[in-house]
C-alpha cells in the first residue's frame, strides 16, 4: 500500500471514529494526548511504523473497532508513531 492509499484509509478512519482517532498536527494538540493513559498502556501503548508500510492503517482500524483510542503523530518525513489506549484523550473542560 503506497503513502497515498494510507492517508485515504486514516480520513475514512476518521470521519468513522472523530471522537477516538486524532492525527497530531501541532504542539497544541499534542496536548489532546492524556500522558497518564499512555503511560499506563505501557509499551503495548506505543509503535512506530514507516509511511508507505501496510500494516499500520488496519492496526488502527482494529484498535478503534475494540473501543481503544488513537493518536497519529509524524517522526521526520518517513515515519509515524501510533499512540493507543483506552481513555488517551484529555476532557475539554
Do not use: T
Given at each position: 500500500m503506497s503513502t497515498q492509499e494510507n492517508a485515504i484509509k486514516v480520513r475514512e478512519?476518521?470521519?468513522?471514529?472523530?471522537?477516538?482517532?486524532?492525527?497530531?498536527?501541532?504542539e497544541a494538540m499534542v496536548d489532546l494526548i492524556d500522558m497518564d493513559a499512555l503511560m499506563k498502556a505501557g509499551t503495548a501503548g506505543m509503535s512506530d511504523y514507516?509511511?508507505?508500510?501496510?500494516t499500520w492503517?488496519?492496526?488502527?482500524?482494529?484498535?478503534?473497532?475494540?473501543?481503544?483510542?488513537?493518536?497519529?503523530?509524524?517522526?521526520?518525513?518517513?515515519?509515524?508513531?501510533?499512540?493507543v489506549a483506552n481513555g488517551l484523550f484529555k476532557k475539554r473542560w
Open positions: 478512519l476518521v470521519n468513522k471514529y472523530p471522537n477516538k482517532l486524532k492525527v497530531i498536527q501541532s514507516k509511511n508507505d508500510d501496510s492503517p488496519d492496526f488502527i482500524s482494529k484498535q478503534l473497532d475494540s473501543g481503544k483510542d488513537v493518536a497519529i503523530l509524524p517522526k521526520g518525513k518517513d515515519s509515524i508513531l501510533i499512540f
